[in-house]
């Protein structure tokens, strides 16, 4: 399904993976797109990726108030309204009660969490002015369910679900619209993180990744064009009467008991 952004402006955080190709959605069907990473090489090949689309790539760390404040200032020096938000940073972190650091939990918590929180912040002002909008979170079926040693993780995306509820009903007021989606795996750099780290011995990338697609009944991980399509409806004006839910997009992963 195709929607028309044309003369929307949307900010949008990861430059790589659901958030990237996201932001190419949303500017092949008109929008113009800001888009945040604190990679500079995939920034770059992000920049390379938008080719002629108006995709603007900057560098910011979410983590971090003054970054995103200058990204926000950066837009608002360009246009005087915002009409999306999407917020797909995030990084994983593996560890249980016992074996998470303290430095893990702070940086889990401040780049996946925290980082919704300060793009939606400073970015307030731009999507008021404009009088109507839609912000996304990115959260992840662990924030419903996870697997064993992801205790920072799926703390984040639990608390995401969280925020999404309290922004969506303070955030009504002002004609904008919050939701989260939930995906069980997708096909992206993280999802190959992960595989390489859980990977049993002599196991290879490719190997984990289709056992990943196995535990999904539909039997196979998911694309970032299927995330994508997602996060279109949710910005579009044929969601407008959808706020403060989270959406699963997992092929059924959490429908299906283990036993
Ligand atoms: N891929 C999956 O299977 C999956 C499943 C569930 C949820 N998710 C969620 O989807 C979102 C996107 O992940 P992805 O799979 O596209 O992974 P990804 O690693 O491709 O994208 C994450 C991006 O965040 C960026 N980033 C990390 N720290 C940052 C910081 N401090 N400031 C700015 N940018 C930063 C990275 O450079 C990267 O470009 C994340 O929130 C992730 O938790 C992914």
């Not at 790589?16 to 920034?43: E, K, M, P, T, Y």
């Not at 970054?67 to 999407?86: Q, R």
């Amino acid at each position: 399904m195709a929607y028309d952004f044309t003369g929307k402006t949307a900010a949008v955080t990861g430059t790589s993976g659901i958030g990237l190709d996201a932001a190419l959605h949303l500017a092949r069907q008109g929008a113009r797109v800001f888009l945040a990473g604190i990679d500079a090489d995939l920034n770059e090949a992000a920049r390379k990726a938008a080719g002629d689309l108006a995709v603007s790539v900057h560098q910011v760390d979410v983590s971090d108030d003054g970054s995103v404040k200058a990204w926000f200032d950066a837009i608002a020096a360009v246009t005087p309204t915002l009409d999306i938000l999407v917020n797909a940073a995030a990084i994983q972190t593996y560890g249980t009660i016992e074996t998470t650091t303290p430095a893990d939990w702070d940086r889990s918590i401040a780049v996946n969490l925290r980082s919704c929180y300060l793009t939606a912040h400073h970015g307030y002002r731009l999507m008021k002015a404009a009088g109507s909008g839609a912000i996304v979170h990115v959260s992840s079926v662990q924030g419903h369910a996870n697997q064993d040693g992801v205790l920072a993780y799926a703390t984040t995306k639990g608390a995401i679900h969280a925020l999404t509820r309290a922004m969506a009903v303070d955030c009504a007021r002002d004609g904008i619209r919050v939701n989260s989606i939930s995906p069980g795996s997708i096909r992206t750099p993280l999802l190959e993180f992960s595989a390489r780290s859980l990977a049993s011995d002599g196991q290879s990338e490719e190997e984990m990744i289709a056992a990943f697609g196995r535990a999904h009944p539909i039997g196979r991980v998911g694309k970032v064009s299927e995330t994508s399509a997602l996060i279109a409806y949710l910005c579009s004006d044929a969601a407008g009467f959808t706020t403060g839910a989270d959406f699963l997009i997992d092929g059924g992963l959490s429908a299906r008991i283990g036993v």
